[in-house]
């Protein structure tokens, strides 16, 4: 689960940024600001976004920029209703005012909340949208990230269906609109990601092409100081070494990417790098540090089993809290429907009532009068 958020708040945090400054330098500052308390502190960004909207003559772009940061800052407490709430406005605007690199970046971000409450036929529906709309429209050079975000995503809902073969596919889609701007921080962020993934599909198809594209994740990672994929990156490249049976080498990779699993936090990673060295040392008969890497692998498994464990279940909580409040708002807006409708038929039923009463009287006058 960690390291699906990992992946998560990389794409979510390419989001939170406005693109289209309208040359309010004092705004354009907020936003700065906001983007930089999106993950040490979602309540700030949210207030900050939500007292740009309260400013008169606010331009389209900024007020759909303030209902991105909005959604983001609700993402970073866990809300994706709320998340999910200020991502369709953000949306819907953006379809109003004809801004198609808003409605994908919009899209991409919706899709991304129901990708982490694992709903994902819903974030199929959004990515796809996006993926169609940016194959109608030529984007921007300074914009082209946004498609490769929306492939990144969708390579990895096929990775995590077991559809490497899909998966490389977009990674390699990913990739491609990702490197056309190095320059661009967006893509900078995400494109050793889409390298790593992409190898990680690799390693049960073709381990040349998982070892280059690993090799090129680590090269991006290390100039970007990215240390948490440096080291998914040496995690995979001693995983290739070890099935070679290159167990010596294999070890000096994992204990160079031990350090900075440990610093970047990642239980995850340090859990893998413990297991692969107790098993490389079987291999090269040392069973004195086998035993020692067996026992930091199974004191540091339960730790991450309980981490692990209490993630799902909070994952479990919020989709079932997200789905129980989308009924319930699925059923309020059935019954003001449903009462409007006997409103108006109830009142055309008095209508019509009230029409064949006054004809009756007529035809009963007429009937009368000719009887007289």
């Known amino acids: 689960m960690r390291t699906i958020r990992i992946f998560m708040l990389v794409i979510l ?19 700065g600001s906001a983007n930089m308390f999106l993950f040490k502190d979602p309540q700030k960004t949210i207030d900050i976004g939500k007292d740009i909207l309260k400013k008169k ?48 970046r919009t899209l991409g971000l919706i899709g991304n909340q129901y990708i982490r409450i694992e709903m994902r036929d819903e974030a199929w529906q959004y990515l796809d949208k996006a993926d169609k709309l940016s ?39 990913a990739i491609a609109e990702f490197k056309k701007d190095k320059d661009n921080g967006f893509a900078k962020a995400n494109l050793g990601q889409a390298y790593n993934q992409k190898a990680y599909c690799f390693l049960t198809i073709n381990k040349d092409s998982a070892q280059v594209s690993f090799e090129n994740g680590l090269a991006d990672a290390r100039k970007n100081g990215a240390k948490s994929l440096e080291c998914n990156a040496l995690i995979g490249l001693s995983d ?16 160079s990417a031990l350090p900075l699993a440990k610093a970047a936090q990642q239980i995850e990673m340090e859990t893998k790098i413990y297991r692969l060295l107790a098993e490389n040392y079987i291999g090269l008969n040392d069973f004195e540090n086998h035993l020692k890497y067996q026992k930091l692998f ?15 279940n909070e994952l479990l909580q919020k989709r079932n809290e997200f789905k129980q409040k989308s009924y319930d708002a699925g059923q309020k807006k ?34 009368s009068k000719k009887n007289s």
Do not use: W
Request: aromatic share 10%.
């Open 13 to 31: 945090s390419m989001s939170a940024s406005s693109l289209f400054a309208q040359g309010n330098k004092e705004i354009d500052s907020l936003i």
């Open 57 to 104: 003559t606010l331009a389209d772009s900024y007020r759909i920029s303030s209902y991105i940061l909005i959604s983001n800052g609700y993402s970073g407490l866990n809300d994706f209703q709320k998340s999910i709430e200020f991502a369709l406005k953000a949306n819907e605007l953006s379809e109003q005012t004809k801004d198609i690199a808003n409605q994908i």
């Open 135 to 173: 194959q109608m429209v030529s984007l921007p050079e300074s914009k082209k990230y946004l498609i490769g975000n929306i492939n990144l995503l969708k390579a990895f809902l096929y990775k995590r269906s077991l559809d490497c073969g899909y998966a490389i596919k977009h990674f390699n889609k």
């Open 240 to 255: 290739i070494s070890s099935s070679q049976k290159d167990f010596k080498s294999s070890n000096e990779t994992l204990l």
């Open 298 to 312: 199974d004191s540091t498994q339960s730790r991450f089993v309980l981490e692990d464990v209490r993630s799902v």
């Open 334 to 367: 059935y019954a003001f429907t449903l009462s409007v409708l006997l409103g108006v038929l109830i009142l055309s039923t008095l209508i019509l009532c009230h029409f064949l009463v006054k004809k009756s009287g007529k035809i009963d006058n007429i009937i």
